[in-house]
């Protein structure tokens, strides 16, 4: 059998920490972060030991190992001997959300939104309809969410100052261009926006640009930076894009700045920055694994090599410690490939191995670099919850974190920081959207309402639009989601944690584990 995901590092790493996680989370106790479920509270015994449990047919397809060894490691481990993660992994609506790692993997990334919007049902379905029905605009609302985060990265304080009259803001995003003059300047902008009306470029909104003449310390950001009038102009396409609505535009500056703040002050360049905001969905998932991080921009180029063939990306990601060997024999990692069919860890994806072994490049690639396979060996258990998302790494963002490595690596080590940054990056990509597909009348005002009041969870849902408004119809999910905000939060905390429920044999392996049988036992007694 293949070395199982755990490896005595890790294993090192969870048990040294205990104390702080137990089981997550030190802060609450387990029966303070595990809430009572109902009658099933108290009436699921300590897991037996979980080799107990045979695996079947139905789990487990020729050549997969994925899931026992998931059941091998120290954080399922851990989860299936706690009486109170036992209690909640037992309830159908927990094991409704498991059975989607795409929706565990979004959930995740935001726990307490999440949990906040499914205390109103309504809500919910109002959000994942939203994002149901603008999902087919996300490559054109993204290249707009690069365009804006790339102009407001050299103007922040400006941006702000004119995000802060989302009016005035919104009729100079309308025809950019037009105000370009002002960049070499702010009195000539002040005076005519202080008589907006007897000005064609400000007469439609004159009150708006009255009131933004009159605020000091918007005035004087401008005065101090009035390159952003040229900065606007630049990307004038896709600030008109986004014109339409002016709440939404003013958010989106408004967090494209909060991002550049953050993401400048880690060293991150201005061309990574529009890769990360082309592709928010993906550097969230990376946030929350950030070792995983850590590791492609360590291992960039060959990362990229392999993220040009999605698909045989996904199966080594999903059953990463069996590729492990190949870390110190790339031809034989091009030999398999080519025949893969006859390797049961590449049969079940044939035929993107055997082009990812005939693609020259790539494999240079990775001949320079056969140590990728030990980086994901060594956090199989990080990059497995990717598996499902695997295109969401595209090249063009693993080569965006290998042109700033080292700052990305810096950013790995600092959890707060790379939060913030991705939920900033999620609510610029949210209102992107929401001005975007109200535009292109995706979405009526109520969609949009309600997108706008959760943008970090309509951001989120994006990625599987489908996925999302089944849950919303389904009240278990429902009522486990809002019931377990803490249970979640603790899960979202550790990564390790986190990476084991959005695996996608999370499900499998808590039913082989007796979870899913002592719920059932335990209702029908």
Do not use: C, W
Request: aromatic letters at 6%; hydrophobic letters at 55%; zero cysteines.
């Amino acid at each position: 059998m293949t070395s199982v995901v755990s490896t005595k590092n890790n294993r090192k790493m969870i048990l040294t920490t205990a104390g702080v996680l137990a089981f997550g989370l030190a802060a609450y106790g387990l029966g303070r972060v595990y809430p009572p479920l109902g009658p099933s509270e108290g009436t699921v015994g300590p897991a037996q030991r979980y080799v107990s449990a045979q695996v079947t047919d139905a789990d487990v397809t020729l050549g997969d190992t994925a899931v026992p060894e998931l059941m091998q490691t120290d954080a399922f481990e851990l989860m299936v001997h706690d009486p109170s993660f036992r209690a909640l992994a037992a309830s159908p609506g927990f094991q409704a959300l498991a059975s989607q790692p795409q929706v565990m993997s979004a959930l995740l990334s935001n726990p307490k939104a999440f949990s906040a919007l499914a205390a109103d049902p309504k809500a919910f379905a109002g959000v994942a309809q939203a994002a149901q029905s603008s999902a087919a605009l996300s490559a054109t609302s993204r290249q707009a969410s690069a365009a804006v985060l790339s102009a407001v990265a050299g103007h922040i304080a400006a941006m702000q100052g004119l995000a802060s009259h989302p009016v005035a803001l919104s009729a100079i995003a309308r025809n950019a261009s037009a105000f370009a003059s002002f960049a070499s300047n702010a009195n000539a902008f002040r005076s005519a926006a202080s008589n907006a009306a007897a000005d064609a470029r400000m007469a439609s909104s004159a009150a708006a640009f009255g009131q933004l003449a009159g605020d000091s310390k918007a005035m004087a950001a401008l005065q101090a930076d009035p390159g952003v009038f040229s900065s606007l102009a630049a990307n004038a396409g896709a600030f008109k894009a986004l014109s339409g609505q002016p709440a939404a535009l003013a958010a989106a500056v408004s967090s494209a700045a909060a991002a550049a703040s953050q993401l400048s002050s880690a060293g991150i360049s201005s061309s990574a920055m529009s890769a990360l905001a082309a592709n928010p969905s993906a550097f969230a998932m990376l946030a929350g694994q950030p070792k995983a991080l850590a590791a492609i921009a360590a291992h960039s180029n060959a990362f990229a090599a392999l993220a040009d063939h999605p698909s045989a990306l996904a199966a080594i990601l999903a059953n990463a410690s069996s590729f492990g060997s190949f870390a110190s024999n790339a031809n034989a990692f091009r030999d398999a490939a080519s025949k893969a069919a006859a390797d049961a860890r590449m049969a079940s994806s044939a035929a993107a191995f055997q082009q990812l072994a005939g693609d020259s490049k790539a494999m240079s690639a990775l001949q320079a670099d056969p140590r990728v396979f030990s980086a994901m060996s060594q956090n199989a258990l990080a990059f497995a919850s990717f598996a499902n998302n695997a295109r969401s790494l595209s090249p063009q963002l693993v080569a965006a974190i290998g042109g700033s490595s080292s700052s990305f690596a810096n950013m790995a080590s600092n959890a707060s920081q790379l939060s913030a940054a991705a939920h900033a990056l999620q609510s610029l990509d949210a209102h992107s959207m929401i001005a975007s597909a109200s535009a292109a009348k995706a979405l009526n005002a109520s969609a949009s309402q309600a997108a706008l009041a959760s943008p970090l969870a309509f951001s989120a849902m994006l990625a599987s639009p489908k996925a999302f408004s089944a849950v919303s119809q389904n009240s278990a999910a429902m009522a486990a989601l809002a019931a377990n905000p803490k249970a979640l939060a603790a899960i979202a905390a550790q990564p390790n944690l986190a990476a084991l429920a959005a695996n996608p044999s999370f499900s499998a392996a808590l039913n082989q584990a007796g979870v899913s049988q002592a719920a059932s036992q335990s209702h029908s007694d």
